[in-house]
């Protein structure tokens, strides 16, 4: 595990992206001692507006009230 100040981190961020992303914990360190960590996250793709057509379907019932809710009513 490594740990870093914040000043430490801003002169080396992006040396410490490469560690995170191959596997390194690196550990931020602030005032107080509080930690933030470094974590990899994979890449998403890009969605694309209305690429799920025709593949949702909504029940006929969707808007009836709920039986578990009777007592209510």
Not at 55 to 66: E, M, S, V, W
């Amino acid at each position: 595990m490594e740990r870093y100040s914040i000043q430490e981190a801003q002169d080396h961020l992006q040396q410490l992206i490469e560690a995170a992303q191959h596997g390194a914990t690196v550990l931020i360190l602030g005032e107080n001692e509080q930690a933030v960590q470094l974590v990899p996250i994979a890449a998403t793709r890009s969605r694309k507006a209305g690429s799920a057509r025709h593949q949702i379907k909504i029940a006929a019932d969707f808007d009836a009230p709920l039986a578990d809710f009777d007592e209510y009513v």
